[in-house]
């Protein structure tokens, strides 16, 4: 069974891309914010914390942003994307902490 | 009061040794390599830091200058040990030799509490458990082999040395696995909680009558286990299956010790295994809750 941490990674970066397919090519800054999203969650499904419990919360909250974005996007509604982006991309950061923990120390 | 050195004062075991002696009324020189992060150390009133490199003989003089006692952590540790042989006898050997010494010289009656490892000891699997301290010893890795270097360095040149020989260190907090671990699913693995090892240092430094002697220093009975069993309760508190663990297909170092004597003399075992796992599952629950 797939973790759900992975699981939420692989809906975001789904999300992420039917977004930036959407999005009007005068607003770069948000592409290329949504390209390095998906590039950062690419590279952040091998380590173990995506398959940890610790996950779920995080990923289920950048799931819930991107697929917002999403919606945004293909209802022609961009009232509120840059402050959907916004939180997307601080949750994105606190993700990014939080995966690459410590090593384990062992004399 | 003449202060207690405690080399590597600044690394993750030395600070809280360093805090530990502080609680307990004595004044601590922290001696350590001036890139190490001294918060919660600098400023404190009865802690003295010194930025210093152990490779160094000034730098040594300085640090065991007017000390009571002396907790040598200071070492290079796997897996930077592994990669860097000189560097690591360098600092693992000789920089011991050179407190060694410059203590000799200046003050002989400080004890010099020496923090081994039990990885000294090598592939036990084929011995009746638990490992005793006269059990021979043989390296595995590039940091055992040094330690056994240090260690009898120190029988030779320093008497008043008390040795910990010191098991794998259980942290309470998440960290991420090693591609392999470094034991067989099924050998024999009796790990210690930090807060346990840190005891046995400041204990073996006060109290008194130890010289000469070596210690194993491990977890006590509740910690033995097996590699898998131990990986698998840290698994099931993240909720990862235990089939995602990589175990070492030849032996490790690990195993049960005897800690009858030094639990006797020192009395550093407090924190049982079920006890450190509530912590870890604590640990868990407040990232969860974030």
């Avoid at chain 1, 961009?78 to 062992?106: P, Q, T």
């Avoid at chain 2, 006269?134 to 240090?150: F, G, W």
């Avoid at chain 2, 097996?226 to 995602?244: N, S």
């Avoid at chain 2, 297909?249 to 049960?256: A, R, T």
Wanted: some cysteine; charged content about 20%.
């Amino acid at each position: 069974m797939i973790p759900k941490g992975i699981e939420n990674a692989n809906a975001t970066i789904e999300a992420c891309r039917l977004t930036l397919a959407g999005l009007d090519s005068a607003d770069p800054e948000s592409k290329e914010v949504l390209q390095s999203v998906i590039e950062i969650l690419e590279g952040l499904k091998t380590k173990f914390f995506l398959k940890t419990n610790l996950a779920i919360p995080i990923t289920n909250a950048s799931r819930k942003d991107a697929t917002e974005l999403q919606s945004l996007v293909e209802e022609h509604d961009l009232s509120c994307f840059s402050e959907v982006l916004a939180r997307f991309r601080g949750n994105m950061e606190k993700l990014l902490k939080e995966a690459n923990m410590d090593g384990l120390i062992i004399t | 009061m003449r202060p207690v050195l405690v080399t590597g004062g600044a690394g993750s075991v030395g600070k809280r040794v360093v805090q530990r002696l502080c609680k307990e009324g004595y004044t601590v020189r922290v001696f350590d390599l001036p890139n190490m992060d001294y918060t919660g150390l600098e400023g404190v009133e009865g802690i003295e830091v010194l930025r210093g490199d152990i490779t160094q003989l000034t730098s040594v003089h300085q640090a065991v200058e007017g000390v009571s006692a002396v907790i040598h952590l200071a070492a290079l540790l796997p897996p930077a040990s592994e990669q860097h042989r000189e560097l690591t006898f360098a600092v693992n050997v000789e920089g011991t030799t050179r407190v060694a010494e410059a203590l000799k010289r200046t003050n002989p009656d400080a004890p010099l509490v020496f923090s081994s490892s039990v990885s000294t000891y090598g592939d036990t699997t084929g011995v009746k458990p638990p490992v005793m301290v006269d059990h021979s010893q043989q390296a595995l890795d590039i940091y055992a082999e040094s330690k056994i270097a240090a260690e009898g360095s120190l029988r030779e040149s320093y008497p008043n040395t008390v040795i910990l020989r010191i098991s794998g260190v259980s942290v309470p907090s998440i960290q991420s696995p090693p591609e392999v671990w470094p034991f067989m699913a099924d050998q024999r693995l009796e790990f210690i909680h930090r807060d346990d090892v840190v005891t046995a240092l400041c204990a073996a430094a006060m109290v008194g009558g130890t010289s000469g002697q070596v210690f194993n220093i491990a977890g006590g009975v509740t910690w033995r286990t097996t590699g898998r069993a131990y990986i698998k309760d840290y698994y099931d508190l993240l909720g990862v299956p235990i089939e995602e663990a990589h175990f070492q297909e030849h032996p490790g170092w690990c195993d049960w010790y005897d800690t009858e004597e030094s639990q006797r003399v020192l009395r550093y075992q407090s924190i049982s295994y079920q006890a450190y796992l509530g912590q870890l599952r604590g640990e868990i629950e407040k990232m969860m809750q974030q």
